[in-house]
């Protein structure tokens, strides 16, 4: 069983840039949630996917979109980049239940913006 | 749940060595305490989820304790091997099912 996949793993881009980040959810899981981890600090919750629609949503701008696809696998989108964008972007899978179920992590893309 | 604490930020401990960890967090609107363990270039790994007060959870070396009415959760690392050397994260969800998550701490065991 795989679990979450992300892609890729590492990405340069440079200011003003569009950027995609792809996340496929462990298998038989729904709902998928994305968080961005700047340096020293923790995971920060930029939004959560479930049924295709956009159910929870972080202190992030709209810069940050994302997408979610039949087969439950997201995308996240970050336009107009800034420098402070730089972090690496965490994908997590779970099941849709209330805040107990455990929320399973990718690998993580490392996004560089110059 | 806006604000999880954890402490220390970073420890050193000897092979062998027993060491313990706290999470903080607003009592209020809480839900579930999540552990987990991240290894660098790793994804992070699931340890623990727990919602009781008075909750305990063992795997292996690796145990974790619940407080819910003053805020707080232990996770105790017996018997510290190398290869437990990574960056313990603990994450608050409340009534959303976001996660909130401390700063770590990262765990360095010396052979």
Known sequence: ?114 | ILNVEQSPQSLHVQEGDSTNFTCSFPSSNFYALHWYRWETAKSPEALFVMTLNGDEKKKGRISATLNTKEGYSYLYIKGSQPEDSATYLCAASGSARQLTFGSGTQLTVLP
């Open chain 1, 1 to 114: 069983d795989a679990g979450v996949t992300q892609s890729p793993t590492h990405l340069i881009k440079t200011r003003g840039q569009q950027v995609t980040l792809r996340c496929s959810p462990k298998s038989g899981h729904d709902t998928v949630s994305w968080y961005q981890q700047a340096l020293g600090q923790g995971p920060q919750f930029i939004f959560q996917y479930y049924e295709e629609e956009e159910r929870q949503r972080g202190n992030f701008p709209d810069r940050f979109s994302g997408h979610q696809f039949p087969n439950y696998s997201s995308e996240l989108n970050v336009n107009a980049l800034l420098l402070g964008d730089s972090a690496l972007y965490l994908c997590a899978s779970s099941q849709d239940r209330i805040g107990t179920d455990t929320q399973y992590f990718g690998p993580g893309t490392r996004l560089t913006v110059l």
